[in-house]
């Protein structure tokens, strides 16, 4: 098996809202995934469709080979609230895990909280946040998960809370070749672990591949003021910005860009991302106005 999830058309609806929308993708097995939209675009639909927790409208899911399953042992889940369970301690918490999941890894359920420092005896109410979001991926990989989905875990965290979280999260992927998909807003975050991108926005995707790829096939022209349909075929116009006598562009183009009116750059992944969100953005605004011309 060389994919984790594969998606085709795959839609969410709550009454006349779209959650998500005629989503096709195909994640690699192997891959530790960034997916990254803003607030809205269907990032929590998506991950919750994989791993069981919701229906879809229309279209196909399949996960590891197989339909999701509500609480399989083969996908780790760790929500937005990275929950836990107040009144209980961490011990609780381990045993609760071992109760649960028939391939429940004591070892490195028991080593991780030893190598936190964490008390067993404390009830996860009293932890940090920081602590809190270590015990919940502690839960979450001593299932030995095959599919590990992470959504937005470390959005409430301090920078060194998560940095640790980031850490411990990418010695266990290096130990066990776990595939992980994780959402989040911070993609300088993102840029430090992740291999793979996919971006969601109006609850459809916009780009979807290797991160090296994107980034050696997506370059920052700068020159004077064109019309971004003169550039011709194979470039792909992601963002297009203009002042009276300038314009500087965001190209998708698998060719080299050997052209003197262009001053070419590359861009990193936090440009990358923006620049399909703001084009996105930008395309929402323009239907809107057409609409009530």
């Known amino acids: 098996m060389t994919s984790a999830v594969v998606t085709e058309h795959l839609t969410k609806k709550y009454g006349r809202r779209t959650a998500l929308s005629d989503c096709t993708l195909d994640i690699p097995a192997g891959h530790v995934v960034g997916l990254v939209g803003p607030n809205g675009a269907g990032k929590s639909t998506l991950l919750q469709m994989i791993c069981g927790l919701l229906q879809p409208t229309a279209g196909r ?5 197989g339909d999701p399953v509500s609480g399989s042992p083969r996908v780790g889940f760790v929500a937005q609230d990275t929950p836990v369970y107040a009144g209980l301690t961490v011990e609780d918490h381990l045993r609760f895990g071992a109760h649960l999941n028939p391939s429940w890894d004591e070892a490195i359920a028991r080593g991780r909280i ?3 420092g ?3 005896r404390q009830k996860a109410g009293k932890l940090s946040g920081g602590q809190r979001a270590q015990l919940a991926l502690t839960v979450a990989i001593a299932k030995r998960p095959d599919l590990l989905l992470l959504d937005e875990p470390v959005a409430a965290l301090d920078p060194l809370a998560r940095r640790e979280f980031l850490q411990g999260l990418m010695e266990y992927v290096a130990e066990s070749g776990t595939s992980v998909v994780m959402s989040s807003h911070l993609v300088a975050d993102l840029e430090r672990v992740c291999d793979y991108l996919i971006v969601l926005v109006q609850s459809r995707v916009r780009v979807t591949g290797e991160v090296e790829d994107l980034l050696s096939t997506h370059h920052r022209l700068t020159g004077a003021r ?7 075929p194979g470039r792909q116009v992601v963002q297009a910005r203009h002042t009276d006598v300038q314009s500087t562009l965001v190209v998708r ?5 050997d052209d003197p009116a262009f001053s070419v750059d590359g861009i990193d992944l936090e440009d990358l991302v923006l620049a399909y969100l703001t084009e996105a953005g930008q395309s929402g605004r323009d239907r809107v106005l057409e609409k009530q011309r």
């Not at 899911?61 to 080979?65: C, Y």
């Not at 064109?226 to 011709?232: K, S, V």
């Open 61 to 65: 899911l399949s996960v590891l080979g």
């Open 114 to 116: 030893e190598a936190l």
């Open 118 to 120: 964490l008390d067993p």
């Open 226 to 232: 064109i019309d971004p349909d003169a550039l011709g």
């Open 253 to 257: 183009s698998t060719a080299p860009i």
